[in-house]
């Protein structure tokens, strides 16, 4: 959890200290004169300038420096804002977006999330938990330059599998540090054991959602960790892969520990048998490992404890006499976890000495053999008792003066006997969880548990229940899992059950229920084998839904024509689609997707299917030709998928008007011809993916009048010509892809075209998938190149912005427009004839992730604006004509010999090559706005510092000048003067001529 839930606000008082000049060995009249003449001097400066450095006056009350405000702005632009997931909703109830409070021109002292120390104004804590964040976590984030940081809380965002930068470790201040659920991967790096005045340490559930692996913890890292950080109080490593961690080494851990957490870490071997020097331990949580042995013999020395978890180990043993120590010395702990345990020869009457103040009770399968206390049920305090698994258990379960506070419940496979009547029911009316399967249950009103409104999981299974379900059970409105398997059900399922919206789980195998089955969802398993044929031959299915399995084998015959939706999609079928199929009338939804073994030819019969909203055939083996007659078919068709087969002949010719299509994907075939004008009666469309095809065909011009259009990609065709640009208002101004790479094109790039993407002139906050708008949980794919790899995109975020020109023969320059083009993250013009220099305005495009201008022939230098690209991962400028030197500044140090080469007039370190004279390497400038002669003076100086500047000099050039005469000293002074002089007015003229010839 957050370390800090608030910043503090301070007020701001400045003040300055006087500084004494040093004696220069004046005589004393010659110094009051001189300083006369100088108070003279700034009253005069003072008195006239007044009226113009108010405003300056007023900026420079700001507590937080101006270095720091703009490191955290810059911090800021690398993420966007997304709505939260599942996952981080468990976490995070009430996620807020704390850094929409950052703005430009305030003191980030007073910004959401940041707290700055009172003297220093230093940035010295950073609270962004919780804060909807997502985008990669780079080492060159210029978050790593608050050096000053003592706090930083990053937890619960997604930095989308970044890993864990070592520039932590340059963090020597940090005492807490909380990264836990925050979707990081990789390897812990070693240098977080630098942080030697660490107190609390957070770096739990992290994973990485595409592999499912956890980040890691070696050896050697791990014990320099223990080595080093002394200071810690607070350790959570919970979720990480630690199997190659010596469990002994968590011995070496300080002794002053108040919390360790290594839950489900992969720990093995044997537990450290001894624990009884971390008298300060409130929370431990071993939990979920491989550990096995008894238990630590000292650990009831441990009186401060609060919570105990060292369930689910490779059954760990628990003597009577270490569990009675336990029970009798652990006066403080509200949670008690030993499940999996060996506790077979704990008496459980020795229970009854528990801490009152015991708040949740896990022993399951424990191997607990006889009657249970029962005033362990009776404890006030008590939230949640999980019991099951324990088969030699026995005792009653009381009906009154329970916890009215009880939210869980666990008894299964327990003798404990239970009667589920009026008082008991009135008793639990704070239930969640009830898990009672295979137990006591006797002479029970199953009705009545439609009193228990809060219950989200409820298993009642294994009990011989006899007579119908009751319906009451369709009050239960919360519930999300109903397990009433293996009873002696009969009748039919009651529809009062379909009003349980919130229902995720529902078992009702082995009973004796009647009815006609209309739906069947079993997506998402791990389903194998052969589809069984019943399924087939059901004759009121009308819903299946079987995708994302481990299923095999063909494709049955279906043997009526009731079925309205069909997904199958994401398994390993094999053969032909039924010709049955096709001749299901009232079919809305056909996904087949993703077989890879599917063949045969698609049947022109499907154009009968005159109700189809959904037909996507995608990532199979099929072949033969497109059927013509899907562009004009139906009025209803939403969405048509054929992408990555191996068809053949040509693209349907024919859209008729008023159809309702948004999605057209037919990449990764073999078709050829032209693209046919009438695609624009499609005035839905949103997605067209035409790529990796052989079309031969000039740039369909008419695709712009298509007012919803934001995706477009025909990369990898035979297309070729000028692409002039915009024929008509507002063409692609909802383009957020843009991709016609791997083409034939020639001419200049299209200027038309770019002045007219809107899109791409403005970010997206709202992180959301892009899907289909009439035809609700279709969720739109792309295949795409992305940071140089090609990529299935099975999601779309709406947040993404790309434009894709390369492998072409573009030629001329680069237009400017392209800087308004500030929400692009992917920029590639690479492997085109482009000449001239790269325009400056490129350093506009603040959400740049890639840049790749490779293999053209550009000139000139390398603008330095690009260094303000700071969400910047990728950038290749490779085999070009480019010269002078590399921008120095954190983020070009990031990029490698292989961004540059080919550019023999290089120099910098990266190609390894010194830059000499008026090559030396210029400072990066921290913004630019195009046409703002500002940027010649560098950032933040303006008319009001300019007028102080000459003021200053006036004063300090006639006192010199009294000075000097007054002391006929004047020859030592004007040389050192016409030395810097000489040399400034050098620079003047070199960076005269830069400048200006970037204004023109």
Request: with cysteine; net charge negative.
């Amino acid at each position: 959890m957050p370390f800090f839930s608030s910043h503090l606000k301070f007020p701001v008082n400045y003040t300055m200290n006087p500084v004494r000049p040093a004696s220069m060995g004046f005589s004393p009249l010659s110094l009051s004169q001189s300083l006369s003449f100088i108070l003279f001097l700034f009253h005069f400066h003072s008195t006239i300038s007044s009226p113009l450095s108010s405003n300056y006056s007023s900026s420079s009350s700001l507590l937080c420096a101006h270095h720091q405000s703009l490191s955290l702005l810059q911090s800021k632009q690398s993420f966007s804002i997304q709505n939260s997931s599942a996952f981080l909703e468990y976490y995070c109830p009430h996620p807020f977006p704390k850094t929409e409070s950052w703005k430009e021109g305030t003191d980030c002292c007073l910004w959401d999330g940041v707290t700055c120390d009172l003297k220093t104004g230093h940035v010295i804590a950073l609270d962004l938990s919780c804060s909807m964040l997502y985008g990669a976590l780079l080492p060159n984030n210029s978050l790593f330059s608050l050096h000053h940081l003592q706090q930083l809380d990053l937890s619960f965002n997604d930095f989308n599998t970044s890993h864990i930068s070592s520039r932590f470790g340059q963090f020597s201040n940090l005492t807490h540090l909380n990264l836990s659920g925050s979707d990081l991967a990789g390897q812990v790096p070693s240098e977080i054991s630098h942080l030697s005045k660490m107190v609390s340490l957070d770096l739990s559930w992290n994973y990485d959602l595409v592999s499912l692996e956890a980040i890691s913890f070696d050896k050697l890292s791990f014990d320099e960790l223990v080595r080093n950080l002394t200071k810690l109080r607070e350790l959570d490593l919970s979720g990480l892969n630690m199997s190659l961690v010596v469990p002994n080494s968590l011995m070496n851990l300080s002794s002053s520990l108040s919390s360790l957490k290594l839950d489900d870490c992969g720990l093995q071997g044997k537990l450290p048998s001894s624990m009884g020097k971390f008298k300060h331990l409130q929370y431990l949580d071993l939990g979920w490992n491989n550990l096995s042995g008894p238990i630590p013999y000292d650990i009831d020395q441990l009186t401060e404890l609060v919570s105990l978890d060292l369930s689910i180990n490779f059954y760990p043993s628990l003597e009577p006499i270490s569990f009675d120590k336990l029970v009798q010395n652990l006066t403080k702990l509200r949670d008690l976890n030993l499940g999996h345990v060996n506790m077979s020869l704990v008496a459980p009457n020795s229970l009854t000495n528990l801490s009152s103040s015991l708040s949740s009770l896990y022993l399951l399968d424990c191997g607990l053999q006889g009657e249970f206390p029962g005033n362990i049920f009776l404890h006030p305090n008590l939230e949640s008792l999980y019991l099951s698994h324990n088969e030699g258990l026995t005792g009653s379960f009381p009906s009154s003066n329970l916890s009215n506070v009880l939210s869980r419940l666990g008894l299964s496979n327990t003798r404990i006997s239970v009667y589920l009547e009026n008082d008991l029911i009135n008793n639990l009316k704070s239930l969640e969880y009830m898990f009672l399967r295979n137990c006591n249950i006797t002479k029970s009103d199953l009705a009545l548990l439609g009193n228990l409104t809060q219950l989200t999981f409820l298993d009642l299974s294994s009990n011989n229940f006899i007579g119908e379900i009751p319906s009451s059970l369709g009050n239960l409105v919360h519930l999300r899992c109903l397990h009433l398997s293996s009873n002696k059900f009969r009748g039919q399922v009651p529809d009062s059950l379909g009003s349980l919206v919130n229902l995720l789980d529902l078992d009702l195998s082995n009973n004796q229920l009647v009815g006609p089955i209309h739906c069947i969802y079993i997506s998402n398993n791990l389903f194998n084998g052969t589809i069984p044929s019943v399924l087939f031959a059901l004759p009121s299915l009308y819903y299946l839904d079987l995708h994302d399995n481990n299923l095999i084998g063909n494709i049955s015959e279906l043997q009526h024509y009731s079925l309205r939706f069909l997904d199958l999609s994401n398994n390993n079928l094999r053969g032909p689609i039924p010709n049955l199929i096709f001749k299901q009338e009232n079919l809305t939804t056909l996904i087949l997707a993703s077989n890879s073994n599917l063949t045969g030819e698609i049947s022109s019969s499907i154009c009968k299917l005159r109700y189809l909203q959904v037909l996507d055939l995608s990532n199979n083996s099929l072949s033969g030709s497109v059927p013509q007659c899907l562009g004009n078919f139906s009025s209803m068709l939403s969405v048509l998928h054929l992408g990555m087969n191996n068809l053949q002949g040509t693209i349907p010719s024919t859209f008729s008007k008023d159809n309702s299509l948004e999605y057209l994907n037919l990449n990764g075939n073999e078709l050829k011809g032209k693209i046919a004008p009438s695609i624009i009666n499609c005035t839905m469309l949103e997605v067209i993916d035409l790529g990796n095809n052989k079309i031969e065909d000039t740039f369909p011009y008419f695709l712009e009048m298509l007012p919803k259009l934001q995706i477009l990609v025909l990369k990898s065709n035979k297309l070729q010509g000028f692409v002039k640009g915009s024929t008509a208002y507002n063409s692609f101004s909802k383009l957020r892809i843009f991709d016609i790479s791997d083409n034939n094109f020639s001419g200049p790039l299209p200027t038309g075209y770019l002045k007219s993407l809107e899109a791409m002139m403005a970010s997206d906050q709202n992180m959301t998938y892009m899907s289909a708008t009439n035809y609700i949980g279709y969720v739109y794919s792309i295949e795409m190149t992305w940071k140089g790899v090609e990529i299935e995109f099975t999601k779309i975020r709406s947040t993404i912005r790309v434009l894709d020109l390369s492998n072409n023969n573009f030629t001329g320059e680069i237009p400017k427009v392209i800087g308004k083009l500030k929400a692009l993250q992917q920029l590639n013009l690479s492997h085109n004839s482009l000449t001239s220099h790269i325009q400056s305005s490129l350093g506009n495009l603040t959400n740049l992730e890639s840049l790749d201008l490779s293999s053209n022939l550009l000139t000139g230098r390398i603008p330095t604006q690009l260094g303000g690209l700071t969400f910047l991962a990728i950038l290749n400028l490779s085999h070009n004509q480019l010269e002078g030197p590399i921008p120095s500044g954190e983020q070009f140090n990031t990029f490698d010999a292989s961004s540059f080469e080919g550019n023999m007039g290089l120099c910098g370190s990266q190609v390894l090559k010194k830059c000499y004279g008026d090559e030396a390497p210029s400072l990066l400038p921290s913004s630019f706005d195009e046409g703002d002669d500002s940027t010649l003076f560098g950032e933040g100086f303006g008319w009001k510092a300019v007028t102080m500047g000459y003021g200053c000099g006036f004063v300090f050039g006639v006192a010199t000048g009294y000075i000097v005469f007054r002391t006929k000293k004047p020859s030592w002074f004007f040389r050192i003067v016409e030395d810097k002089w000489d040399l400034q007015s050098k620079k003047t003229k070199k960076n005269a001529g830069r400048y200006g010839a970037r204004r023109n």
